[in-house]
């Protein structure tokens, strides 16, 4: 047995008690055990099917075997109040549409090894300073030189001062950026999208989903969103599967 999501878009118009019916009929020919089933209720689609601009949306996770999936989509399709439905292999993504994403470090145990490796480069001087005593006297011997040597420079020092500033001195004097260089590609400025990483992606999850589409609908690059090529194939299959379930629309342009 292996375990299995399905996704049903019916018809509006049914009441929970005649879904649950047709449930029951369409389960009864999978066959195998329901682990779970989460009622969505009535939602607005992305895109009209048919005549349709609603649909009620249930999901389930279910164990079955694969040799009765073609009965069982066979009878699916001959429900006239079966608007649309979708059976991926489940991988663990919850049936509230949520992504999993990783935890975070707390930050005060990145200050606290910050403040570890501070105390390490200050205990790292002192014993340079103890094993090097006569370094100092070195020290003061070639100021002397080193004071000449600013002497002949000090003309040049002036010079410099009296062209101007130049864009490398403005540069040198704006406090450093924080965030991410600006993307100077072809497709415009860089949409990196920071937050913790994603480990699995839900593909009911139309939230996360719509910060890798431009306004068009269309999928972003990774060389814009600067994400993985593993990721950016989980996403384009998810992006494809809400879609077919007409949580997202494939264009811009469709009218609910």
Excluded: C
């Amino acid at each position: 047995m292996r375990a299995y999501e399905i996704v049903y878009i019916l018809d509006a118009a049914l009441a929970q008690a005649a879904v649950d019916a047709k449930l029951e009929t369409f389960h009864a020919t999978l066959g195998g055990e329901i682990t779970t089933v989460d009622h969505w209720g009535v939602r607005q689609l992305a895109y009209p099917i048919g005549k349709a601009k609603t649909g009620y949306y249930v999901i389930v996770q279910v164990a079955a075997e694969p040799t009765a999936l073609p009965e069982f989509e066979r009878l699916l399709k001959l429900d006239e109040e079966t608007m649309r439905y979708l059976v991926v292999l489940n991988e663990g993504q919850p049936t509230s549409g949520a992504s999993i994403l990783a935890d975070r470090p707390a930050p005060a145990a990145a200050e606290s090894e910050d403040a570890v490796e501070g105390d390490d480069v200050e205990a790292g001087a002192e014993v340079a300073d103890e094993e090097n005593p006569g370094d100092e006297g070195d020290e003061d011997g070639g100021a002397d030189e080193e004071g000449e040597d600013e002497g002949d420079e000090g003309g040049e020092e002036e010079e410099d001062a009296e062209e101007g500033d130049g864009p490398d001195d403005e540069a040198a004097d704006s406090p450093p950026s924080s965030g991410p260089p600006p993307f100077t590609g072809a497709r415009g400025r860089r949409r990196r999208h920071e937050g913790p990483p994603i480990v699995l992606l839900n593909y009911k999850d139309v939230a996360t989903l719509s910060r890798f589409l431009t306004e068009q609908g269309k999928i972003l690059p990774k060389r814009t969103t600067k994400v993985s090529a593993r990721f950016q194939r989980q996403l384009g299959t998810a992006v494809k599967r809400a879609r077919h379930l007409a949580l997202l629309p494939y264009i811009k342009d469709h009218g609910v």
